[in-house]
């Protein structure tokens, strides 16, 4: 894919995801598109981005193109790359405005794993001038169904097979989340400089609320850009310190032979 679904705006969508919507609506009459079958779509695009790939009947792996133009119903099956004797199957079930989706891996006990979504707030129109305005909030679903779906599908699958499944990029965001409030803040700025998704969740103003409170607790606030009112006080604290250590030093020696600048927040 060119790029991932998480990037989507209403501008676009990735290309694979919108040419397969094309040919859904190019065969299928006006009134019989249904939002939850253009919804389902996406998320099998969402299980392919993760590492997952389709297969058929016949335990056949195929491209998300040729599955997508063959599949129908609400299942759909899959096997994670590098695992092909484990099969997980994909079945949504519509709830009224909401739909049930579930992943059971078949091979391990029928493990299962569910998460509940409102299908409106992700596909907003079907008569959209463009196909990416069909779509709203393609982030959030994209890291929620990661985070509630994926990690634990790719991490009992992983374990069952004798392989290590924990990594940082894989975690739920509030074990993640509860991790970076055990590290200094400059750490918290490296572990963001390591790739994209990374460093979007660290810029949650959730994480640094609880940064502020952790290392700015005396201080009492109305403002809640929580990212921009730790590094403006950090700053502020950490110039004073420098001042203070500048002038003890030069209380004792003719020159200040270093200066300290806060380079640790040029990423944010």
């Known amino acids: 894919m060119d790029f ?13 995801l919108e040419k397969t919507i094309e040919r859904v609506i190019a065969r299928t009459q006006p009134n019989d598109l249904l ?23 016949e335990f056949k792996c195929m491209d998300i193109k040729s599955y997508l133009d063959i599949f129908s119903g609400q299942e759909a099956k899959f096997v994670l790359m590098g695992f092909q004797d484990i099969s997980v199957k ?11 989706l579930n992943i059971v891996i078949s091979e391990l006990n029928l493990d299962t794993y569910s ?5 409106s707030r992700y596909v907003v129109s ?13 982030r959030h679903l ?3 169904f990661k985070n509630k779906m994926v990690v634990p599908v790719k991490s009992r699958i992983l374990s069952h097979s004798g392989y290590p499944s924990a990594s940082l990029i894989g975690l739920p965001e509030e074990v993640f989340h509860r991790i970076l409030l055990y590290l200094p803040v ?5 572990v963001s400089k390591t790739c994209n998704r990374l460093q979007m969740l660290i810029a949650n103003e959730s994480l640094w609320h609880d940064l502020f409170r952790r290392d700015f607790q005396e201080l009492q606030t ?12 950090f700053i502020t604290r950490s110039d004073d310190n420098l001042r203070h250590i500048r002038q003890n030093y030069i209380n004792n020696y003719t020159n200040f032979p270093f200066n300290i600048d806060n380079f640790i927040w040029d990423v944010i």
């Open 90 to 100: 994909l079945i949504m079930s519509p709830l009224g405005a909401m739909v049930l």
């Open 35 to 57: 939002q939850k079958d253009v919804f389902f779509i996406l998320i099998i695009t969402l299980m392919v981005e993760n590492g997952f790939t389709p297969i058929s009947d």
């Open 126 to 138: 079907l008569h959209a001038s463009t196909i990416p305005l069909m779509f709203r909030d393609l």
């Open 222 to 233: 109305d403002r809640s850009d929580w990212r921009n009112l730790y590094r403006e006080t």
């Open 142 to 144: 994209a890291f929620t």
């Open 115 to 119: 998460i509940c979504l409102p299908v």
């Open 4 to 16: 991932p679904v998480e990037e989507s705006t209403t501008q676009k969508i990735p290309i694979l």
């Open 186 to 190: 400059s750490d918290v700025i490296n």
